[in-house]
Nanobody, 130 residues
Framework: QLQLVESGGELVQPGGSLRLSCVGS????????IAWFRQAPGKEREGILC????????YYVDAMKDRFTVSRINAKNTAYLQMNSLKPEDTAVYSC???????????????????????WGQGTQVTVSS
């Protein structure tokens, strides 16, 4: 059973940067596509982006491309979410999720929906405020 643990969330001022980590245990993370999601209070879960086992990324929302990037080091069983130029509206619980496929897209080329991810971390709180 794959387990995921996120870390790195904290209080940051607007305009600041954070790097979140998602560490896997129990299984080799290299066989999974990893996605990052976030959920703000009173709002629905929002997909950010996904990274394939080979390191290709695919965004759920194009508007995030200029500030959010993802990377992974399979040897460390870890994926990262780099967030720059943070805004108060980025305040949310950020979670990583894994699906046992090397690609972020299904056979139709569509990025996986949240319900298709089999494993989730508990989330880490990011608060952007002055």
């Amino acid at each position: 059973q794959l387990q995921l643990v996120e870390s790195g969330g904290e209080l940051v001022q607007p305009g600041g940067s954070l790097r979140l980590s998602c560490v896997g245990s129990g299984k080799e993370l290299e066989f999974y596509a990893i996605a990052w999601f976030r959920q703000a209070p009173g709002k629905e879960r929002e997909g950010i982006l996904c990274i394939s086992s080979s390191g290709d990324s695919k965004y759920y929302v194009d508007a995030m491309k200029d500030r959010f990037t993802v990377s992974r080091i399979n040897a460390k069983n870890t994926a990262y979410l780099q967030m720059n130029s943070l805004k108060p509206e980025d305040t949310a619980v950020y979670s990583c999720a894994a699906v046992p496929t090397k690609s972020c897209t299904d056979s139709n080329g569509d990025i996986y929906e949240p319900y298709e991810y089999d494993f989730w971390g508990q989330g880490t709180q990011v608060t952007v405020s002055s």
